[in-house]
């Protein structure tokens, strides 16, 4: 492609109406969702490249993609052209001229998602595939003592999908914090990389915890064993979003608090944080 430029873009989406992230033979997905838009956009096929290919029914407040034309639109352009093209639920939020070198994947430093737990004996009609739902009573404490204990460099095995194609279950999880407004409970994981459904893997567990069917010195015995029978089972997609992707600065893309774009996108607060 002559004269090729690379472009990022920042998306959000609401993943329920969609079989995940990445292009499938059977079912709508966001890649698809979106490559249709550029082709009309661009009046020509155009592939994407994500930084973290979200499963079946997880949202995103904050997506980056990029990919490469020698089509010339103004930022604003981009933004507005693309979204008029979109269905309501996949929003472009910024765009960006990168460097050729910079890959929405492999040029990312951490992750960041967010799990949001309602936790009331009933559900919620307007939450729906918005939030996870646990009716039993959660013992927050619990849970962070459970937490601390995934914290740094593990083999995450007992975490991982049968179906999970990473070369190694080695990660380093940064942070695993849990911020407390009820009804809800907001868990934040930040990482270099997650295994395939990882993140609502340790979910499902940590609610183990916190409903007392086990103790906290578990998650010990289970990241040591490194066998996924012994888990807890993989929990709802529906209360976890993909919040934010880190890049070195000197990328320069726009960046916004992971806790306004929840709050903006859900209304939900997170205490302390906003």
Known sequence: MEDAMRIALGLSYDGAPYRGWQTQPHGETIQDTLEQALAGFLDRKTGTICAGRTDAGVH???QVVHLDTDAH???QSWVRGLNALLPSAVTVNWAVQVPNAFHARFSATARTYVYVLRNQPIRSAFMHQRVGWVFR???VHRMRDASR???GEHDFSCFRSSQCQA???VRTLHTLDLYESRPYIVLTFTANAFLHHMI???VGALIAVGTGKQDAGWIDTILASRDRSLSAPTFSPAGLYLAGVQYPGDYDLPAEPWPK???DLTGFT???LL
């Open 60 to 62: 995103a407040l904050e």
């Open 73 to 75: 639109r103004s930022r």
């Open 137 to 139: 009573p959660l013992d």
């Open 149 to 151: 204990r995934l914290l």
């Open 167 to 169: 070369a190694s279950p």
């Open 200 to 202: 609502r893997n340790i």
């Open 261 to 263: 774009k929840l709050h």
């Open 270 to 272: 997170v205490p302390g």
